[in-house]
């Protein structure tokens, strides 16, 4: 059932808490890098993660980690675990865990179409309202069977024009301080109540452009765009060139336009090309989309098409669509790290608490109320996104920790546990941005983790088993490192998790960044975030 904006955003009294044992252990903790009276601990695990953050990759650098019993919350090793730094997409474990909560695992974006009057003799006398609630989903095949049911509604013309209703959501359609060098980037697209995704991956707001070489050289290179449609327009200034000859092929959106040009050479016999870019206005993406799947089932609309107006209250509903379930929904958004799921359900957060249209404000203090609910200090970090996009987000490894600790008494932690990256399973709905990642190790298919990346800031935080089969929640943060990457560092620290016991820990030597896959080893950006290259 859907929740509505009479949803209850209290700081709970809860009905369990973190375990006691968090607060005494944090209080006889050092500072630095390792617990007081860390020569008497008989594991050496403080030693072990001290050498692996010695690392010369790091020097200059900063790092916050914090290592904790998951059963009993006893924190097995910090190191500056209240130092804040740029947590990349583990911001999204804040925004994931405060969706389930405050909207619930069943919730579920709503896209329907209203009639602004009467059917009559198959006329719609008034104008055909298509209105959204922030799925960020939808697919052009969904919005082909809403145009399907207004054609089975008997309605084979309307009459007045086709309104696009984005108003559950505010009209900023970027996130604070994203990059400007970002903008046709698919991971930073625009966030509207309406909006298409042009795959399974659920690239919200994105379209697939595709280039094949021509026959011989000198044609001008076969470009695809997915879905077909005429919203973008294609500007080609590419060419084809003889077999073995240069491959390289850009694709880039205009600043404040649908024109894309696709620009470089391409080889005769070569592969296809395949870039994700980004459309200005999603709203006006998905109300053409729309109207192309009403003119294929036969219904014509006499007037233009118009955005950002409400239907009215009378408007009868004649089809509509729903997205799969929030539980549902996390597998792709959190085990490919997608930007715009998150930002799509912080603005539904802020909608739900407040009535208002959705916008950052209110959802960003919609997740803070929840974090602090749970025994989050949310007056220790800052949140100005839901994904971590960015540079103004700052959470240290404490906080995140606490959030572990604390969900794996919720109801619904189970599917959210599910959506986490698992290390090396190579399926990428289940391995996700893990799956190419501490492989051959006692980490693989153990470890589960949210990835975090951007130049110069990396994360990983989550849960593992060690040797003895105890669960530990880890959560490390590093910025300001100059090398290409840190995950070796990451990974070495969590494969030292899981081969150590009780008695003892021994510091696992990172891996070569070179010995990485490429997508992993560029570590500026989410290596699901590098299409078509996979993790």
Known sequence: MRRTASLNFRTRARRWALPAVVAVAAATLSWGGSPAGADSDPSGLPEAIDTILGDPGMEGGAASVVVADAATGETLYQHDPTGRLTPASNTKLATSTAAMELLGPDYRFTTDVLAGGRVRGGVLDGDLYLRGTGDPTALAADYDKLAAGVAAAGVKKVGGRLVADDTRFDDHRQGDTWGADDESSYYAAQISALTVAPDTDYDAGTVIVEVAPGKKAGDEPVVHVTPRTHYVHLDVRARTVG?????????????????????????????????????????????????????????RVAGATTLGRAAPA?????????????????????????????????????????????????????????????????GKLRQVDGSGLSRK?????????????????EPWYADWYRSLPVACDPDRFVGGTLRSRMCDTPAALNARGKTGSLTGASALSGYVKDADGRELVYSVVQNNYLVDSVKPLEDAIVVTLAGSTAKEAKAVTPRSARSLPAAVRDGDLECSWRKPATC
């Open 393 to 409: 987000d700052s959470f240290a490894a404490r906080q995140i920790a606490d959030l572990l600790l604390s969900v794996r008494h």
């Open 314 to 378: 009378g408007a009868r509903r004649l089809v509509a669509h729903d997205s799969m379930a929030l539980k549902d929904l996390l597998v792709p958004f959190m085990k490919l790290s997608n930007n715009m799921h998150a930002e799509a359900l912080t603005k539904a957060m802020g909608y739900a608490a407040t009535g208002r249209p959705g916008n950052w404000g209110d959802g960003i203090a919609a997740i803070a109320s929840y974090l602090k609910g749970v025994g989050v200090d949310a």
């Open 243 to 299: 077999a073995g000859g240069e491959d390289g092929i850009a694709v880039e959106r205009r600043h404040g336009t649908n024109t894309i040009t696709v620009s470089g050479t391409v080889p005769v016999g070569g592969d296809t090309a395949k870039e994700w870019v980004t459309v200005w206005e999603p709203t006006g993406y998905a109300a053409a989309v729309f109207r192309d799947a009403l003119a294929a089932h036969g219904v």
